[in-house]
């Protein structure tokens, strides 16, 4: 009885090591809803006074080459200067996302797919935890940059894009 209850011990105490060092991954079928065109807003924090500013974007997403790396072109209608295009890179293991691990994946009530990424990193010069949201669904994607500052207990959201995706797309 009592190897019983150690054997049953040990079993337990090695299933919750397990568990809590098994890494949180992600694949480009996850990404994979989001190739296509969407329609949205970027919403910023001003740096200079601290109010929120938004602006219309218009997003177009491809997927290079069956690889684990997606390209997003950002057009801003009201600011062609703005207008960028950057690469989002999944690592081979799935762990990393554009460099950053992957804190979080979660199916979201609604369906969606959440994968947060959080890193050290500098936000207005200053040393900050930069905390990436992003929210994959068939007609939504919600992408969010939060900032938490060193000494400071209260997370600020720096920017949010929010798309749909277009009407033709669907």
Do not use: C, H
């Amino acid at each position: 009885m009592k190897k019983r209850i150690l054997f049953s011990a040990i079993l337990f105490f090695v299933l919750i090591s397990y568990n809590s060092s098994a890494q949180t991954t992600i694949s480009s079928s996850d990404f994979k809803p989001l190739i296509g065109s969407w329609s949205g807003t970027l919403t910023y924090l001003n740096y200079s006074d601290g109010t929120p500013f938004s602006m219309p974007v218009e997003l177009r997403i491809v997927q290079t080459e069956e690889t684990n790396n997606f390209t997003l072109y950002f057009t801003f209608p009201d600011e062609p200067e703005a207008n960028s295009a950057e690469t989002v890179s999944i690592s081979d293991g799935g762990t990393m996302l554009n460099g950053e691990p992957v804190i979080s994946k979660q199916l979201l009530e609604d369906g969606n797919l959440e994968i947060v990424t959080e890193s050290m990193g500098a936000d207005a010069n200053e040393p900050a935890t930069i905390r990436q949201t992003y929210i994959i669904g068939a007609e939504v994607f919600v992408t969010r940059k939060d900032v938490l500052f060193e000494d400071q207990e209260e997370w600020l959201n720096r920017n949010e894009f929010n798309f749909k995706k277009d009407l033709q797309e669907k």
